[in-house]
Structure formats: C-alpha cells, structure tokens
Nanobody, 120 residues
Framework: EVQLVESGGGLVQPGGSLRLSCAAS????????MSWVRQGPGKGLDWVAT???????NYRDSVKGRFTISRDNGKNTLYLQLDSLKTEDTAMYYC??????????????RGQGTQVTVSS
C-alpha cells in the first residue's frame, strides 16, 4: 500500500523557516518524480516544487530562491525547506508522487498534509 506521511508544519513568523518531511512507504521514491503541492485557505491546489528522478529540481516562480526540495532515497523521505516565509505561503502542504501536471490534475497519491501558517 502506497503511503505518504507529511510532518514539520507549524506556526511561524514572516521571515521564518520550516522544514517539511514526507515519509513514503509501499514504493521507492528513487523511482519516481516527487512533488510538493499546497492549498491555501479558500484556494485550489497549487504545485510548489518537483524533484525529478535524475535530481533536477523545479519550482513555482513565487517560491524560487526561498524553498528547496530534496530527497533522501536511503530514508525514502522527501523534504521541503521553507525559508524567508511570507504570509501568502500559508497553506496545507502535501507531498505527492509524480511531476507537476500529474500531482495537480491527475490521480496522484498524496498524503494527509501538514499545515503551515505564517503570521505575526
């Protein structure tokens, strides 16, 4: 059974940092592109970042230079480092298996999410 379990969210002030983790089971993340998506209050699902099987990364423009996606294949865990957080980053963050189009428009496996709230 494919499972994705996110953790690491919380309440942080603007300019602060968080590190999100996503522990995968039932498959090996090394064999898949892996992504983070988010859903803000009253908004749709937005793609945030992808790390491809070859290690190349890609980010939505609004988080470039502030967020870093990475993977530890040995631990079968995906990460998202969030720095210089802004209030508009407030959202439920989900990890998902697949590239940008699949995780937003397809039926990609997704975890239960971890809440990130940026507020002073």
């Amino acid at each position: 059974e494919v499972q994705l379990v996110e953790s690491g969210g919380g309440l942080v002030q603007p300019g602060g940092s968080l590190r999100l983790s996503c522990a995968a089971s039932g498959f090996s993340i090394s064999n898949y592109d892996m992504s983070w998506v988010r859903q803000g209050p009253g908004k749709g699902l937005d793609w945030v970042a992808t790390v491809y099987t070859g290690g190349v990364t890609n980010y939505r423009d609004s988080v470039k230079g502030r967020f870093t996606i990475s993977r530890d294949n040995g631990k079968n865990t995906l990460y998202l480092q969030l720095d210089s957080l802004k209030t508009e980053d407030t959202a439920m963050y989900y990890c998902s298996r697949g590239g940008p189009a699949v995780v937003v428009f397809g039926d990609a496996p997704r975890g239960q999410g971890t809440q990130v709230t940026v507020s002073s």
